[in-house]
Structures are given as C-alpha cells and as structure tokens.
C-alpha cells in the first residue's frame, strides 16, 4: 500500500486533507484529515473497497470489492498521522470514509489494533445492516476492559422505514431493532461500570425525507440517544433531485428534538466541505486528485 496523492483545502477554522491511496492489488481508497475549529483532529478511514449497502443518500459508492484488512486499516491512520505530526492522544479515528464497518469481518482485529496503539477515540459510523447485530454487540463486549472510547454513529435518512430501505441495496434494521440493540448496549455497560458514550443518532436528510419527532420518542430513549442533524448536500440519488434542507425547516427539528429532552447536535457540513463537494460521497473524490 502507499500514498499517491493528497491535496489540502482550508479556510479560518477548519482544515482538511484528502488522502488518495493505492493498494497493493492496485485498488484506490480515500481518507481524509479533519481539523474542525481548530479543536478537534479526526482522521477518516476507509474500510471496504466499495460498499454492500450502498446509502444513496449519502454515498453512492462503488460496488462491493473487498474489505480493507487491519494492516491497510492502520497503514493509513499512521500515514495521516505522521504527515500531520499528530500525537495519538489527540488523535479520533474515524470509520466514516467507503465502506460499511460491521460489514468488515475484520471490524474487531481492527479494534483491537486502534487500542494496542493507544488511541483515545474511535467513530464507527454505520447504516446498521440488518445482519451486523452480532458484529456490534462483540466489538462492544471488547471494548469493556479497553481505555479506548467507541462513539456510534447511527446513519439514517428518515424517521420511516420504507424510506430508508428504498435508498440502500442492501437491507437495514428497523428502527424497532436499533431501539433493541441500544438498549442492549446500555445496559452491558451500566452492567460493567463501563462509562457510557450516547449512541448517535445522525439524520442526513432533505426537505422531502420524513423526519417525525414522534416516532424518535416511541423508539429512542434520550437516556441513551442523541439526535444529530445533518442537511444533505444537493445531489441527485437514484434518479431522483433532492431539495436541500432549509434554515427554517432544520430549526423547527432542532426545537422539536431539544423539546423532547434529547441532546442535540448540529451536524451541518461546515462551509469548506460543502464548497470543494467533499461531503456527498466518496465518488466526488476521484475528481479532486485529477
């Protein structure tokens, strides 16, 4: 594996890099670096080649090719981080470049791997495919004796279950089942003294998808999630034009979540990645290394 390319894009606050790698069966993946506000340094990883699930609405990725294995994994965490002369403790790792991380049968080497190194925080952001329950609960059960903190990003597009099957190809979990599977993980770690790190709830949404504040309170205990908004760059998925979020409408979300006692988070793409068009998937970025 090796670096091929990478090029930078800034602006008053916040910086960020996009990584081109080549694999040794010569396949490209992408990462990136993300300093947000000048606070926060994350590093973006990819952990298939392509994608099984495919989310229209957030990536149209290519095809399923292969998993990434640990050592392509880690291979581009210390690329990063040694071309930002990053220290680990001020290091997140974050699963949320090309593929589906629970669909990875490495996603607990990989784990395993990101802890041995001493890295504080790990993001795994994932669409919940309907057979990766078993996946999340064991890379949970290993966490429990690790200083490493896991934050789950759960990546919806809707309040409505048809919705959200319409725009994948593969099949997700209801909104019933994340519900059950939450629950699961409080109470291993209320069980194991294990300090407990909401389960993110992140909407990717447009004008036209359901959001629905009530289907989130007969579902969602604020005790164990919270609700992060993110407005969908304008692109087109499946055909089909989507209207982008407005100001008005993310706000009336925002009062509604917060009114229901949920923590909420504004998870809107910040300027400089919605101007260089590296927030609607991972197929715009073969267009900015040419």
Not at 119 to 134: E, G
Request: glycine share 4%; proline share 1%; aromatic share 12%.
């Amino acid at each position: 594996m090796k670096l091929l390319n990478c090029k930078e894009f800034s602006d008053d606050e916040n910086q960020t890099i996009q990584f081109q790698f080549e694999n040794d069966d010569k396949t490209i993946c992408y990462s990136g670096f993300w300093k947000k506000k000048n606070y926060e340094n994350i590093i973006s990883v990819t952990t298939q080649i392509g994608c099984n699930t495919q989310c229209a609405l957030f990536c149209n990725v290519q095809k399923y090719v292969r998993n990434i294995n640990v050592t392509e994994l880690m291979y581009q965490v210390e690329t990063i981080k040694n071309y930002m002369n990053l220290n680990n403790q001020f290091i997140k790792v974050a699963m949320v470049k090309e593929g589906e991380p629970f669909d990875n049968y490495y996603i607990e080497d990989m784990l395993e791997a990101i802890n041995q190194n001493k890295m504080p925080y790990l993001k795994i952001s994932t669409s919940v495919p309907y057979d990766c329950k078993q996946r999340i609960i064991n890379v949970f059960r290993k966490n429990i004796d690790m200083d490493l903190e896991i934050q789950l990003q759960i990546s919806l597009s809707s309040t409505n279950d048809d919705f959200r099957m319409k725009h994948v190809k593969k099949r997700l979990m209801t909104l019933e089942e994340i519900c059950i599977i939450g629950n699961d993980l409080y109470k291993t770690n209320i069980y194991n003294n294990k300090k407990f790190i909401y389960l993110t709830l992140s909407f990717t949404i447009y004008e036209e998808s359901e959001f629905d504040i009530e289907v989130i309170k007969r579902y969602f205990s604020p005790e164990i999630f919270c609700i992060r908004i993110r407005d969908a760059s304008n692109s087109v998925a499946r055909g089909k034009n989507y209207t982008r979020l407005t100001e008005k409408i993310f706000l009336k979300y925002k009062i509604e979540i917060e009114k229901a006692g949920y923590l909420f988070i504004d998870g809107r793409s910040e300027q400089i990645a919605v101007d260089n068009m590296l927030t609607i998937g991972l197929y715009e970025l073969k267009g900015v290394f040419k």
